[in-house]
């Protein structure tokens, strides 16, 4: 017999974070992660949700915590950074689009920056897959975030976008 709250509930748990509520499942599931991140961002900015330091700072901590936490759990099941595992692609676009006053053309071009870093990895983003555990799955996404960022930072500035 096992508790509610036993090894079980913790693995399942991991599970459904991990791969966002199942998107790890389907084909292309970074990818329809990331968009599923857009289409949540645009209403929480609308609300006023992600307008103040404080949500910001600490939805951001949240989703960095658990979803370190959710790949760690899942990698002796599944394996290192299986694709299954999407959380950091959330991770990864949000980070992507923090400080970023948001319009349509600007969400689709941290959309499309956050994962041209993510699958060319370049400028020391290979060498934190090579992290230990969780940290290593979300520390990559997590730099190719900050670099979208940068990059769109730079445009809005010079007025591209």
Known sequence: MR??????TGR?????????????????GGTVAAVACC??????????????????????GAL??????????????????????????VAGMWISM?????????LLAGLVLFRFFDMVKPLFIRRMEKLPGGVGVMMDDVLAGVYANL????????RFF
Do not use: C
């Not at 099941?77 to 692609?89: A, M, P, T």
């Open 3 to 8: 508790l509610a709250f036993g090894r079980e």
């Open 12 to 28: 399942s748990a991991s599970k459904v974070i991990a791969s966002v509520l199942g998107i790890g499942y389907v084909k292309g």
């Open 39 to 60: 289409l949540l961002l645009y209403p929480m900015r609308t609300w006023g949700l992600t307008q103040h330091l404080l949500p910001v700072v600490l939805l951001t």
């Open 64 to 89: 960095l915590f658990l979803g370190t936490w959710a790949a760690h759990k899942v990698e002796p099941i599944w394996g290192k950074d299986n694709y299954r595992v999407v959380i950091d692609e």
């Open 98 to 106: 923090l400080f970023v006053p948001l319009t349509g053309p600007r």
């Open 151 to 158: 990059l769109l930072q730079a445009g809005i500035y010079f």
